[in-house]
């Protein structure tokens, strides 16, 4: 009896066995540790899935090609380029632009250039004319454009400030620099452990060309620092005598006469100079053709109507009967 029981249920202890052992298996696997952002660990108990790739080397970063970083401030110190363009009318050009590199060495500025030349008014009157551009530190800008248009009892004639902003494209070129500078290093760690002479050759061009980028972006990044610390400024002085109005005594003729009392001066001062022209230039000239080319033919004109007068004029003879 006792046999044919065990023989009905005798598969029963074998399948409890087996969902105890399992059931304890799953327990084991749900209390060790996951991870959010990596695979199960070989120092938990468990080998790596056999899909996985052995670690490598970590790969070199390429320079970025723009952008800024997400880890950036929000807020930025703004980098602005100002910049300036006058026009002034003074008395002496000369002596004003010796007083604008003067104001630009005092508040630690430099002159840029600065040009000097004649030029004509329109009644023929040679004025000194002077242009001059310097730089002057961004935060004086303002002090120095008041002294400069100290310099004249007039109004700029014309007056220009502008600004650029270039915060992006420096922050830009300061992203691209960390980039560069982080393949330059693994570069550099690639290249000491590299044996053969091909792979050396071949690391070094990259070097180098990474080192060129390097130095064309410390450039450029440079050039931006100091157009933001200096402000240039440009000056056009013109002299006074220059634009002051056509003077006949004590009348000085304004808009519409003016212009039309200057249009005939300008008129006489044309005639003048093309009878001026005629009598030295043009009349020598022709006198000279004369003498050259007109007498030469006219003796030789004479010449032949002589030669062929004495045959018209010979007695012709009858004819013989």
Not at 39 to 68: C, H, K, N, R, V
Not at 213 to 230: F, H, N, P, T
Not at 295 to 314: E, F, G, T
Request: proline share 8%.
């Amino acid at each position: 009896m006792k046999s044919s029981v065990f023989s009905k249920f005798h598969w029963i202890v074998p399948l409890f066995i087996a969902a105890w052992f399992l059931s304890a298996c799953a327990a084991r696997v749900s209390n060790v540790p996951q991870s959010p952002m990596k695979g199960i660990s070989s120092d938990e108990g468990f080998a790596p899935p056999y899909e996985f790739a052995p670690t490598a080397a970590p790969a070199l970063p390429q320079p970025s090609t723009g952008g800024f970083p997400s880890s950036a401030p929000s807020s930025v110190e703004r980098m602005v380029i100002k910049n300036a363009k006058l026009s002034l009318i003074v008395k002496d050009p000369p002596s004003a632009m010796e007083a604008i590199a003067d104001t630009a060495q005092r508040m630690g500025g430099y002159v840029v250039s600065a040009d000097l030349y004649q030029t004509t008014t329109a009644s023929g009157k040679e004025v000194p004319r002077a242009s001059i551009t310097v730089r002057v530190p961004a935060e004086k800008l303002d002090q120095a454009l008041q002294e400069i248009k100290a310099l004249s009892d007039e109004l700029p004639q014309s007056e220009n400030l502008n600004s650029q902003d270039i915060t992006a494209e420096y922050t830009d070129l300061e992203s691209r620099l960390r980039n560069l500078k982080r393949a330059e290093e693994q570069l550099q760690e690639i290249m000491d452990q590299a044996y053969s002479t091909e792979d050396v050759l071949n690391v070094y061009q990259q070097l180098t060309q990474v080192r060129e980028q390097i130095e064309v972006i410390e450039g450029q990044m440079k050039y931006y620092r100091e157009s933001v610390a200096l402000s240039s400024i440009s000056v056009e002085l013109i002299a006074q005598e220059a634009v002051e109005p056509l003077t006949i005594g004590k009348w000085k003729p304004v808009g519409v006469a003016r212009d039309a009392l200057q249009a005939l001066i300008n008129a006489v001062q044309f005639l003048i100079n093309a009878a001026i022209w005629v009598v030295i230039f043009v009349l020598p000239v022709l006198l000279l053709s004369y003498v050259i080319f007109v007498l030469p033919l006219r003796a030789v004109w004479r010449w032949i109507r002589r030669r062929r007068k004495p045959q018209s004029l010979a007695p012709t003879e009858p004819p013989t009967p």
